[in-house]
């Protein structure tokens, strides 16, 4: 009964290569979130969806493309992986309320992703 | 623009001693706050939050923050340090006035409590 669930836990691959990160929620949330976390420990949100619709997109290259087919999945698919997008990518999930605010957030497992 | 500063890289303390991380916030709207903390290989479990109400709120293991609106500031707390929270702990800020519910958070914090 896990909340939010990410695949896989680790990714290793080669330069150059597409890949994608799965992420699900069975919170009921409406918002969903990918952050990055780099080799210091440091989180940084990519994006943010709301029912769907992108509402963050921190200036992450377009090598990185969110797909939200429904409100409970946020996958992540990244092309022409390169050596610098080494890190662990967690999925994140929270839910709306009145007057635009928005639970806290829970947080999936996270991926490790290795380029080589 | 809203941010999170952690001052403190690493935290060392003596089990059954009291235990505080620091952490300052900057937003331009008012604040909601939280700490999460995050062990080897794992993902974050949130502690705590502040939305509004009283200033001292008590989260799981134990733990509590105080919000300071004057001087910016949420430090989490505990009275009573266990090896076991021994982990990163990150205070985080969204300012209720932004698009998005972004949540930015600081640099972590290691706590390490010592038998």
């Known amino acids: 009964d896990t909340a939010v669930s990410q695949t896989p836990k680790y990714l290793v691959t080669q330069m150059g290569n597409d890949k994608s990160i799965k992420c699900e929620q069975n919170?009921?949330?409406?918002?969903m979130y990918w952050y990055k976390q780099d080799s210091k420990k440091f989180l940084k949100i990519m994006f943010s969806?709301?029912?769907?619709?992108?509402?963050i997109n921190e200036t992450v290259p377009n090598r990185f493309s969110p797909k939200s087919p429904d409100k409970a999945h946020l996958n992540l698919h990244i092309n022409s992986l390169e050596l610098g997008d080494s890190a662990v990518y967690f999925c994140?999930?929270?839910?709306?309320?009145?007057?635009?605010?928005?639970?806290?957030?829970?947080f999936g497992q996270g991926t490790r992703l290795t380029v080589v | 623009a809203q941010s999170v500063a952690q001052p403190e890289d690493q935290v060392n303390v003596a089990e059954g001693n009291p235990l505080t991380v620091k952490c300052t916030y900057s937003v331009s709207g008012n604040p909601y706050l939280f700490w999460y903390v995050q062990y080897p290989n794992r993902g974050l479990q949130f502690l705590l939050k502040?939305?509004?109400?009283?200033?001292l709120v008590k989260g799981s293991y134990g733990f509590e923050a105080e919000f300071n609106k004057s001087q910016t500031s949420f430090h989490l707390k505990k009275p009573s340090a266990l090896v076991s929270d021994s982990a990163l702990y990150f205070c985080?800020?969204?300012?209720?006035?932004?698009?998005?519910?972004?949540?930015?958070f600081g640099g972590g914090t290691r706590v390490l409590v010592k038998p």
């Open positions: 985080a800020v969204r300012d209720v006035g932004a698009a998005g519910n972004k949540l930015t």
């Open positions: 994140a999930s929270s839910q709306r309320y009145g007057g635009g605010r928005n639970t806290e957030a829970f």
């Open positions: 919170l009921g949330h409406d918002t």
């Open positions: 969806y709301n029912n769907k619709e992108l509402i």
């Open positions: 502040y939305i509004t109400g009283d200033n």
